[in-house]
């Protein structure tokens, strides 16, 4: 086996939507709403983003990390060697439990520092907690979050050794994101379980910022950040998204900063707005934000897609194929960059767009229908270049999507256009 190629992401995601059909299922079984078909299209729909602009994060992330290797490690001078993908288990073990020692001290700094925040809070903008959820990544997260993993560079552990623990770690964090599976016995002593997870994505204020290990749980408890699960949360954010639309989960919070950065006076209030806790305010903005329970007659954010489930799912799952079609062209090399590019910014608009019909926001009426008038221009491109099979193939999807959207348009239940 070439461990070089092997990604434990990779390899893992049918087993993520097997499962989640798994769970889904069983919410039907059992009578249990788990899921909401526009939550979840939402969820993936950030992960699909995350994806597409992870591509670039990657790259950057590791380069830099093995520049860090080859130029700085440290291991001559403790008189060691650095790791190969060959050394014994033992150093794949450490190289593992120092990624997530790492990972543990990001996450805890993404939920200490308001900045920090911004890379990590779409991740808890969903008002429910399944296995959907877990896909539900910033898009920006690892631009944050390779850097914190520099240490290991320094410690001459290779780049393929850490990508591979990295994915191991994340692949292990899937699981965690379940409402079926309650506490573990003795393993809740030292291994993150769901329940720990859930208490991580509760709202109420005193789980707030607690349990942020990622395969192992006895980092919070030795740090003083665990708490265990009384009852089960309310999950999201404390100040709910309303959107279901991804480049607003993607982008609100570092608008929000953006605006209080600007509005405040002074450096001291200005630093305080990028780097102390996400619920501090300056006093000229407010002073802190307050704290409170859910209250009991609280409705989770569930505007209806009544009329449109059936057009929104298709348009998704092609922007799924697209996505798919990109991120193996890229890793395989048989996808020109601009051809890559080209699609990755007609899928996000994509998505975009179908965020606002979830939202059922009256601006889809302009986006949706200008989404296949742009279709139908790079379809154009293909055919003046010679891709005859894929230009017609996209003018054929392009005018049957937008009759399908001209008879629905009527019946779509959009309002104001509160965000575009």
């Known amino acids: 086996m070439n461990l070089e190629r092997l990604n434990p992401v990779d390899l893992a995601v049918p087993l993520f939507f097997a499962l989640m059909a798994v769970e889904i299922g069983l919410g039907r079984l059992k009578r249990r709403r788990y899921y909401r078909l526009n939550d979840t299209i939402s969820d993936l729909s950030t992960s699909l983003i995350f994806g597409l602009v992870g591509l670039g994060a990657v790259a950057l992330g590791l380069v830099a990390y093995e520049s860090i290797r080859l130029n700085f490690s440290l291991a001559p001078l403790l008189g060691y060697e650095d790791a190969t993908l060959d050394s014994p288990w033992y150093v ?9 020692f790492l990972y543990y001290w990001f996450h805890r700094a993404t939920h200490d520092v308001r900045l920090f925040w911004c890379f990590h809070v779409t ?16 898009a920006f997260q690892r631009l944050l979050e390779y850097p914190f993993n520099f240490p290991l560079a320094l410690l001459g552990v290779p780049w393929q050794m850490f990508l591979i623990c990295h994915g191991i770690l994340k692949v292990y964090q899937f699981w965690v994101h379940t409402r079926w599976i309650g506490k573990l016995g003795p393993l809740e002593y030292v291994i993150l379980t769901p329940s720990h997870h859930r208490v991580h994505h509760g709202r109420d204020p005193l789980y707030l910022d607690r349990n942020h290990g990622g395969i192992l749980i006895i980092w919070d408890r030795l740090f003083g950040t665990y708490v265990e699960e009384k009852e089960e949360p309310h999950y999201g ?17 570092f608008q929000e900063i953006w605006s209080d950065f600007r509005r405040t006076s002074g450096l001291k209030n200005k630093l305080g707005v990028l780097f102390r806790k ?4 300056p006093p000229d903005l407010g ?4 704290l409170a329970d859910v209250p009991a007659s609280y409705q989770k954010y569930d505007p209806s897609i009544s009329g449109a489930s059936a057009y929104l799912l298709v348009q998704f799952l092609v922007t799924v194929a697209a996505t798919l079609l990109v991120l193996r062209g890229v890793k ?21 767009s179908i965020g606002l019909m979830l939202d059922g926001r009256r601006s889809a009426l302009f986006w949706e229908p200008a989404r296949y008038v742009l279709l139908g221009v790079v379809a154009l491109c293909l055919f ?3 891709l005859m099979g894929q ?7 392009s005018m049957a999507g937008a009759f399908w959207f001209m008879l629905l348009r009527n019946r779509l239940p959009l309002g104001p256009s509160l965000q575009s």
Do not use: M
């Not at 991740?123 to 910033?138: I, P, Y």
């Open 92 to 100: 794949w073990l450490l190289a593992l439990i120092g990624v997530d």
């Open 123 to 138: 991740h808890h903008s969903s008002e429910e907690f399944n296995l959907s959820v877990a896909l539900r990544q910033c």
């Open 237 to 253: 954010l404390t100040k709910p998204l309303q959107t279901l639309n991804p480049l607003t989960a993607n982008l609100h919070a």
């Open 278 to 281: 996400p619920g501090w305010r």
């Open 287 to 290: 002073g802190p934000l307050a």
């Open 332 to 352: 395989q090399a048989f996808l020109p960059l601009p051809y890559a590019l080209l699609i990755s910014v007609l899928v996000i608009y994509s998505l975009g």
């Open 384 to 386: 003046s270049v010679g």
């Open 391 to 397: 230009a017609a193939a996209l003018a054929a999807f």
